[in-house]
């Protein structure tokens, strides 16, 4: 799996998802607003929430990655060190 993952095609899938969640919600949205099918709105937060669960996911996986490539350094710990 982290094979797959440092590759890029499982942060490449996620986009598409989040891409496709929101053409979904545009295009449902659309049908509502002109009146040829009329359903809860409780699908379009069920979407949004969807939307929000794959963008969460490639920030997480961008901010790992970041996280591994550059080590963050605390100026305060760097003054203990060095004295």
Do not use: H, N
Not at 36 to 55: H, M, N, Q
Not at 59 to 67: A, C, E, W, Y
């Amino acid at each position: 799996m982290a094979e797959f993952i440092k590759s890029g095609v499982l942060s490449f899938i996620r986009y598409e998802a989040f891409i496709v969640v929101g053409i979904i919600m545009v295009i449902g949205t659309l049908i509502k607003l002109l009146g040829f099918y009329d359903f809860s709105s409780d699908w379009f937060w069920f979407l949004a929430g969807i939307g929000l669960v794959v963008e969460g996911g490639i920030s997480l996986v961008k901010q790992r990655k970041f996280d591994r490539k550059y080590k963050i350094v605390d100026r305060e710990e760097e003054k203990k060190k060095a004295a």
